[in-house]
């Protein structure tokens, strides 16, 4: 079945440094959709991110992600991690219909002064 | 705007006892209604998938049994975690879509067992 890892359970990192957090998926679909959402302490996933394009970067609010379909991965970037970045990051992935999400375990991102 | 809301936000239950709740679709038609379970410190899990018209799809570990689902019109859907105890805790979303290509979340209800 479909499944997303994300190896990082946690990440520390100085404001100021970039961001890399990890995202690799498994798929029987040819053209799966994979998503970063962002979750904040006592909220629900807010959508970071989205993209079906291979090869195709994707930008929002300072992050941006890349679908290689060739390494299966959508790793999440940002230039330069400000401090209210902190939050649990999610990487999704769906089949062609939307219908449902499958989340990877998450990162908590943590940055500090 | 499309928005979609839980209700309640948050309960507690005794351990044994059920309780339901309630997902709704506003300003869109949710053809389709995931429901999720955010355990403490793990991630999501889809407990089933509810689309109009269609059988409900449950995951595996998740039975209709234990999580009976009702999805009666495109704006409204409700799960029932029936004889809940300590390890059905957690955050349950609903997912909620329409004809958009992504999946909007509710808040959430926060189940506590005791």
């Known amino acids: 079945g479909d499944s997303v890892t994300q190896t990082e359970g946690l990440v520390t990192l100085t404001e100021g440094l970039p961001v890399m957090l990890n995202c690799t998926y498994q798929t029987i679909y040819s053209n799966p959709f994979l998503f970063w959402y962002v979750q904040h302490l006592n909220e629900s996933p807010r959508l970071l991110l989205k993209s079906f394009t291979d090869n195709k970067r994707t930008e929002h609010q300072g992050f941006h992600a890349t679908l290689h379909k060739s390494s299966s991965s959508f790793h999440l970037q940002k230039s330069s991690a400000q401090l209210s970045d902190s939050a649990l990051y999610y990487c999704?992935?769906?089949?062609?219909?939307?219908?449902?999400?499958?989340f990877g375990s998450g990162t908590k991102l943590t940055v500090e002064p | 705007g499309a928005l979609v809301y839980q209700y309640p936000r948050r309960t507690i239950c005794k351990s044994g006892t059920s309780m339901r709740m309630e997902c709704q679709a506003v300003?869109?038609?949710?053809?389709?209604v995931a429901w999720y379970r955010q355990s403490p410190q793990k991630t999501f899990e889809l407990i089933a998938l509810?689309?109009?018209?269609?059988?409900?799809?449950?995951e595996q570990n998740f039975t209709q049994e234990k999580f009976p689902i009702s999805h009666p019109n495109l704006s409204f859907s409700s799960m029932t975690v029936l004889n809940a105890y300590l390890e059905d805790r957690g955050l349950y979303l609903c997912g909620a879509r329409g004809g958009q290509d992504t999946q909007y979340f509710g808040p959430g209800t926060r189940l506590l067992v005791l």
């Open positions: 509810s689309t109009v018209n269609s059988a409900i799809k449950y």
């Open positions: 300003g869109f038609q949710a053809t389709s």
């Open positions: 999704a992935l769906s089949e062609f219909n939307y219908n449902v999400l499958y």
